[in-house]
């Protein structure tokens, strides 16, 4: 096994200690959203028994736009978890009588922006606590893909830029409406896009409320390229244990 300095690069995520000294911690969670058409009340109960013998961390989403569909979110991180474990459950289980719906398909991993003190938190435990939450019920989850241009910003341009729109997150999360997930996806969605967003609240309207804000400023307005297609749904099921 090559020694960590034998290394070409460092990819772990990046933080930092209370100390002001830079942090740093290789683990990260993957997330993958499905969508599934072809649900009927019958069928629901029977996927959540299914979820519930299945030793993995996962949602289940009723699709408010489509009367019969069904979203899955599953969480590893592991991604070999994905081609092995996952599959094998959605071909043996009652997910397989179920129209997968691929336009809705998301793959992501968290990380981190590299001022966050607590590592473990922004990357493993703060997500699973939120996809968990049993007073989190709404979500909308959904891929943007940013402009190229945004790249050839200086980077004290990108901050500004960002920090209108995280501001506007944290103004929603701190008034208890809503919290979010953040993905990177670079590499890793059929359609180029850069990011997986889940925004996730006791109520669907400030979560909607949430998107409209954020199309003010001005990564939206002019450094996002596509954002989409929007999966909203409500917590059916889940399974798994926070951190």
Known sequence: MNKPEDRPFDLSEKGRGDDGETASLDRRLF????????????????LARDLENFSATAVLYSDINDYGGA???????????FVTELRRFLSDSSF?????????????????????KDLEKTLISGPMRKILDPGLAWAIWYPLRRAKAFETLAPEE??????EHGKIGFQFGDAG???DIRLA?????????DFVIGILGKDLHPLSALVERMRKTKQTSRYLESLGPFFVGKKLFSTG???
Request: hydrophobic letters at 35%; proline letters at 4%.
């Open 177 to 179: 409406y809503a919290k």
């Open 158 to 163: 990108q901050r500004a830029v960002l920090a």
């Open 31 to 46: 997330m993958q959203f499905l969508s599934f058409g072809g649900l009927d009340s019958a069928l629901e109960s029977r």
């Open 96 to 116: 397989a009588v179920l129209k997968p719906k691929p336009e809705y398909t998301m793959l992501g991993r968290t990380y981190s922006l590299g001022y966050e």
């Open 185 to 193: 996806s670079h590499g890793l969605d059929k359609n180029d896009n």
């Open 71 to 81: 979203g899955l979110l599953t969480v590893s991180e592991n991604p070999d978890f």
């Open 241 to 243: 244990q926070a951190i």
